[in-house]
């Protein structure tokens, strides 16, 4: 199994800038994939950005390009999400995922991003 720990969420005004960290324990080794996704009331999750392990290939929501930067510390096994110029609609609760060879997907709990006007 595969632990994740989310942190970094909080409530920040239109412009502004968050980072999101998203810490794997457990067994961790074959994890070939890590990324963020977000949900807002009433709407579904959507893909926020990944990021593979192997080459640290990244993809993008084009809601986010040039906005969002997605990274990770292999050491630690941690992936982050740097979030700028923040708008409204990127509130919502912003879940990490790890996917693991032969395991599948794990989430995590979820971290809750407001942003104000």
Do not use: H
């Not at 593979?52 to 993008?60: D, P, Q, V």
């Not at 969002?68 to 995922?97: G, H, W």
Request: hydrophobic share 35%; aromatic share 10%.
């Amino acid at each position: 199994q595969v632990q994740l720990v989310e942190s970094g969420g909080g409530l920040v005004q239109a412009g502004g800038s968050l980072r999101l960290s998203c810490a794997a324990s457990g067994i961790v080794f074959s994890i070939n994939a890590m990324g963020w996704y977000r949900q807002a009331p009433g709407k579904q999750r959507e893909l926020v950005a990944t990021i593979t392990t192997s080459s640290s290939i990244t993809n993008y929501a084009d809601s986010v390009k040039g906005r969002f930067a997605i990274s990770r510390d292999s050491a630690k096994n941690t992936v982050y999400l740097q979030m700028n110029s923040l708008k409204p609609e990127d509130t919502a609760v912003y879940y990490c995922k790890v996917t693991r060879r032969f395991s599948g997907d794990y989430w995590g709990q979820g971290t809750q991003v407001t942003v104000s006007s």
